[in-house]
């Protein structure tokens, strides 16, 4: 999995970076954490299906986005080859894909996002401002998808830091974790909700907490830094 040298970062609050004087985050990812994991699978459902339509191939409608990016790459290698008689580098083809995902992903919550936010960690959020704790968005997903989500659903303000991942490359947690510890200082825990968030944040010994579908216990996160 390449890593590039520099992954862009925002913030809506200006932090500055601060590794002499490490200040105490608690992180958040997106995806089926911060919002609904039904999102990704309708986009991604969308996705498969157009392009099976395209390729005039039943077998592509079944893939998931969620799988490894050679599966992705290949889709968009064959509708290059089809309609434009090109082949493009992977990287040019991933970031293709994701630009057509970003714009089923944004159609889906800007027409209804009733049901998207996780309302417990909605109110964590909540809750962690009133003890001004600072709260970080750092997530895979890339970054041309995250900003403008989080400004459609209105909880841009609610992050002090958002660290996405680049439009043409899949990078793992850990990395994107690592880059915000070197940058931002250090992490009270970090929510999430699949294995992947688990052992990036076990690697690392940052406390994970991984979401409960059912509820969301944050009252011992409240602890300002």
């Given at each position: 999995?390449?890593?590039?040298?520099?992954?862009?970062?925002?913030?809506?609050?200006?932090?500055?970076?601060?590794?002499?004087?490490?200040?105490?985050?608690?992180?958040?990812?997106?995806?089926?954490?911060?919002?609904?994991?039904?999102?990704?699978?309708?986009?991604?459902?969308?996705?498969?299906?157009?392009?099976?339509?395209?390729?005039?191939?039943?077998?592509?409608?079944?893939?998931?986005?969620?799988?490894?990016?050679?599966?992705?790459?290949?889709?968009?290698?064959?509708?290059?080859?089809?309609?434009?008689?090109?082949?493009?580098?992977?990287?040019?083809?991933?970031?293709?894909?994701?630009?057509?995902?970003?714009?089923?992903?944004?159609?889906?919550?800007?027409?209804?996002?009733?049901?998207?936010?996780?309302?417990?960690?909605?109110?964590?959020?909540?809750?962690?401002?009133?003890?001004?704790v600072r709260?970080?968005?750092?997530?895979?997903?890339?970054?041309?998808?995250?900003?403008?989500?989080?400004?459609?659903?209105?909880?841009?303000?609610?992050?002090?830091?958002?660290?996405?991942?680049?439009?043409?490359?899949?990078?793992?947690?850990?990395?994107?974790?690592?880059?915000?510890?070197?940058?931002?200082?250090?992490?009270?825990?970090?929510?999430?909700?699949?294995?992947?968030?688990?052992?990036?944040?076990?690697?690392?010994?940052?406390?994970?907490?991984?979401l409960?579908?059912?509820?969301?216990?944050?009252?011992?996160?409240?602890?300002?830094?």
């Amino acid at each position: 999995m390449r890593r590039p040298n520099n992954i862009r970062s925002a913030a809506a609050h200006k932090v500055e970076p601060c590794a002499q004087n490490p200040v105490d985050f608690v992180g958040f990812d997106f995806d089926g954490t911060l919002i609904s994991s039904d999102v990704n699978v309708e986009a991604s459902r969308r996705w498969f299906a157009y392009f099976s339509e395209v390729l005039n191939d039943p077998s592509v409608a079944v893939l998931s986005f969620d799988a490894h990016a050679d599966a992705v790459i290949d889709v968009m290698r064959r509708v290059n080859s089809k309609c434009r008689g090109s082949e493009p580098s992977p990287e040019r083809l991933l970031a293709e894909a994701r630009e057509h995902y970003r714009s089923i992903f944004l159609e889906i919550i800007s027409n209804n996002n009733q049901g998207i936010i996780n309302i417990g960690v909605g109110r964590a959020l909540v809750a962690l401002q009133k003890e001004g704790v600072r709260t970080a968005l750092i997530s895979t997903t890339p970054e041309r998808i995250v900003e403008p989500a989080l400004a459609i659903l209105s909880l841009r303000e609610d992050f002090s830091v958002v660290l996405a991942g680049p439009q043409h490359l899949m990078l793992d947690k850990k990395f994107l974790l690592e880059r915000f510890l070197k940058e931002y200082g250090a992490l009270l825990c970090y929510v999430g909700d699949s294995d992947e968030d688990e052992r990036a944040c076990a690697s690392l010994s940052i406390p994970f907490i991984r979401l409960d579908k059912d509820s969301f216990r944050f009252s011992f996160l409240l602890r300002a830094p």
